[in-house]
Antibody, heavy 124, light 107 residues
Framework: ELQLVESGGGLVQPGGSLRLSCAASGFSFSTYCMTWVRQAPGKGLEWVANIQQDGSDKYYVDSVKGRFTISRDNAKNSLYLQMNSLRAEDTAVYYC?????????????????WGKGTTVTVSS | DIQMTQSPSSLSASVGDRVTITCRASQRISTYINWFQQKPGKGPKLLIYAASSLQSGVPSRFSGSGSGTDFTLTISSLQPEDFATYYCQQSYSIPRTFGQGTKVEIK
């Protein structure tokens, strides 16, 4: 069964740090790009960061650049999100997702497997 | 960044209705658009990728169309399990932005 399980969320003070993990199973983790998406309470979805299969290329939304770092350990089938200098506006449910792909003129990427999410609350 | 604008933000419909949700991109994105369904307290579920390709296991009453800047998600005959929030997302460029969502409610 394809599965992604996030962990590591919790309550943290503004300016603090947190490391999220995502454990993958049921597929060949090392052959897929992976993505973090977040959802603030009562709000829509926001794409946060993406990492290529071998970890060589990483991409971020502007609001987290310089504060968040995405990484992966293919030997452990795990994805991570290191979050530093946290702000109240980072409060959200954080989902990890697998990037499926199909070739067109460019590659069509689509998030086809999602975890249930882990909740991060930034508050004093 | 590419902005994705969905309309309407919410709608009320009855079981059996045909429902159409639109998404407009702020620049041309060819067919690099995906559609997701999200139910309360759950993670999103992929419905359509590359504008019109139905994800495996998704009922055929869901369909997608469009190219360039204007796209639609259609539910041909709304079922009770389809009441949820729907999001479009562009995969043309980083950051891969989402629309603000369309909540489909029971009339």
């Amino acid at each position: 069964e394809l599965q992604l399980v996030e962990s590591g969320g919790g309550l943290v003070q503004p300016g603090g740090s947190l490391r999220l993990s995502c454990a993958a199973s049921g597929f060949s983790f090392s052959t897929y790009c992976m993505t973090w998406v977040r959802q603030a309470p009562g709000k829509g979805l926001e794409w946060v960061a993406n990492i290529q299969q071998d970890g060589s290329d990483k991409y971020y939304v502007d609001s987290v650049k310089g504060r968040f770092t995405i990484s992966r350990d293919n030997a452990k089938n795990s994805l991570y999100l290191q979050m530093n200098s946290l702000r109240a506006e980072d409060t959200a449910v954080y989902y990890c997702a697998r990037d499926g792909a199909v070739r067109g003129v460019m590659i069509h990427y689509y998030m086809d497997v999602w975890g249930k999410g882990t909740t991060v609350t930034v508050s004093s | 960044d590419i902005q994705m604008t969905q309309s309407p933000s919410s709608l009320s419909a009855s079981v059996g209705d045909r429902v159409t949700i639109t998404c407009r991109a702020s620049q041309r994105i060819s067919t690099y658009i995906n559609w997701f369904q999200q139910k309360p307290g759950k993670g999103p579920k992929l419905l359509i990728y590359a504008a019109s390709s139905l994800q495996s296991g998704v009922p055929s009453r869901f369909s997608g169309s469009g190219s360039g800047t204007d796209f639609t998600l259609t539910i041909s005959s709304l079922q009770p399990e389809d009441f949820a929030t729907y999001y479009c997302q562009q995969s043309y460029s980083i950051p891969r932005t989402f629309g603000q969502g369309t909540k489909v409610e029971i009339k």
